[in-house]
């Protein structure tokens, strides 16, 4: 009987199973298409049971037939034969399973005491983190996360496809998008021009927005994530590092409720306006948004709070207010590579999260009067590199209303700076200054 102290010793492992997958494979090679959506060489035990597999992949990948006789000439040709136990172990896979029928079960099994491995490893190495007095303990909490996270998408589904199943699904898509005609393949921004021209928002793809101050990227993101999260009841995570989580749900409410900005500051409301910022409360209060008041947020903190985001509340976009303000660990760096740090970790927690990361920017000084481009994004070059996406917006100074009843139009350009799967170009839409909101030009001239 195994004791519990030698239990603890050996790695969580299951010989039988490794032994069976391997026996599958070789009884029926079309198997492999569901082994690969779950295992890695690395994910055997057994050292020899990792060189097996590794030679069968090997012969899957040359079009090779895969069986006893091409498989051990595939291990001798390399020197492994022996060390994998000759021949006569190889021929013994087969024998160990009668039939490839529960070949995905076999395969989970080994996958199960992979992970439990990994679980194993990564929580001796929070041990010894949490002992190495020299390491920010913040630092610790992310690197405790991030590979739990990396765990969590060890399921590898979908690591072998055939062509026609692609296909297949693309056509689905392509259908829906023909029958529908108003729907995209990603995240409707709320504006129809835009989504036009980028299909809605992407998954993995890192966005920016840049403008000068003053100018509404602000307004416009938080424009997009109502439209987002009201409209669609698509969760989405909003990141406010300039303004108060308060301040930013005035401006919300303004915007929704059609109410002059001013007057809610000021309280000075109409009998009228209760009934409309109480119809604006509502949609607000049933819709998924999740806003983080965080000044002066740590590169790190932001991106543990996006994964805790993501797990709790699935959001399918973030926004972040705004990237310049984000804190880099290390503050000894010139700016111009903290921001680059920044900006290529944000790029890579749009492809860990698989979900749209939308930052804004701001743009040099020197861009003012003129249209913003690329170059003109702030402190550091590696955003235009990162991103894959960027919009800026301009308009002409804006001088403010004279009417106190009529609200003023302020015609905005949006640009497409760069789009690295799509086309650039230039399109209108309308800002609203005392309900900091912006409006698509289509929906004005349907009468929207």
Request: proline letters at 4%.
């Amino acid at each position: 009987m195994v004791t519990a102290d030698l239990k603890d010793k050996i790695p969580p492992n299951n010989t039988e199973a490794e032994v069976a997958t391997l026996g599958a494979l070789l009884l029926d090679p079309e198997a492999l298409s569901i082994v690969l959506r779950y295992l890695r060489p690395e994910d055997f035990y057994k050292t020899s049971h990792q060189r097996v597999y590794e030679s069968i992949l090997n012969l899957f990948e040359r079009n090779e037939a895969i069986d006893l006789i091409t498989l051990a000439e595939e291990l001798k040709t390399n020197g492994l034969l022996e060390a994998c136990g000759g021949a006569a172990y190889i021929s013994r896979l087969t024998s160990a399973v009668p039939t490839s029928a529960n070949v995905k079960y076999y395969a989970k099994i080994v996958q199960e005491c992979s992970i439990r491995r990994t679980l194993s490893r990564i929580a001796s190495k929070i041990i010894s983190n949490a002992h190495e007095e020299s390491l920010d303990v913040r630092f610790i909490i992310e690197e405790a996360e991030r590979h739990i996270f990396e765990i969590t998408d060890k399921q590898y589904s979908g690591s072998f496809q055939a062509a026609k199943d692609i296909v297949a699904k693309t056509i689905e898509a392509i259908e829906k998008l023909y029958r529908t005609k108003d729907s995209y393949i990603g995240i409707p921004s709320g504006f129809p021009d835009l989504d036009n021209l980028t299909s809605g928002f992407q998954n993995s793809e890192f966005i920016v927005i840049g403008a000068r101050p003053s100018v509404g990227k602000t307004a416009l993101a938080l424009n997009m994530a109502a439209n987002i999260s009201i409209k669609h009841k698509i969760p989405v995570g909003f990141f406010t590092l300039e303004m108060s989580n308060m301040a930013l749900m005035q401006r919300l409410l303004s915007s929704e409720a059609r109410i002059k900005s001013t007057k809610l500051r000021s309280g000075f409301l109409k009998p009228s306006d209760f009934h409309k910022l109480t119809d604006a409360a509502g949609k607000i209060y049933e819709a998924p948004l999740y806003i983080e008041d965080a000044p002066s947020l740590k590169l790190l903190d932001l991106r543990a709070l996006a994964r805790r985001m993501k797990s709790h509340y699935n959001v399918a976009i973030i926004f972040i207010d705004y990237l310049t303000l984000i804190s880099s660990e290390n503050r000894d760096l010139p700016r111009h590579e903290q921001i680059a740090e920044i900006s290529r970790s944000l790029k890579a927690l749009a492809r860990e999260l698989d979900i749209p990361v939308v930052a804004l920017s701001q743009v040099r000084r020197e861009s003012e009067g003129k249209r913003p481009s690329l170059a003109d994004l702030r402190e550091s070059g590696s955003i235009e590199q990162d991103a894959d996406l960027v919009i800026f917006l301009h308009r002409e100074l804006y001088r403010g209303s004279s009417d106190e009843d009529t609200p003023q139009d302020v015609l905005t350009e949006l640009i497409i700076a760069k789009q690295r799967n799509g086309p650039v170009g230039t399109l209108k839409i309308v800002f609203i200054p005392d309900y900091t909101k912006f409006e698509s030009m289509t929906k004005r001239e349907d009468g929207a």
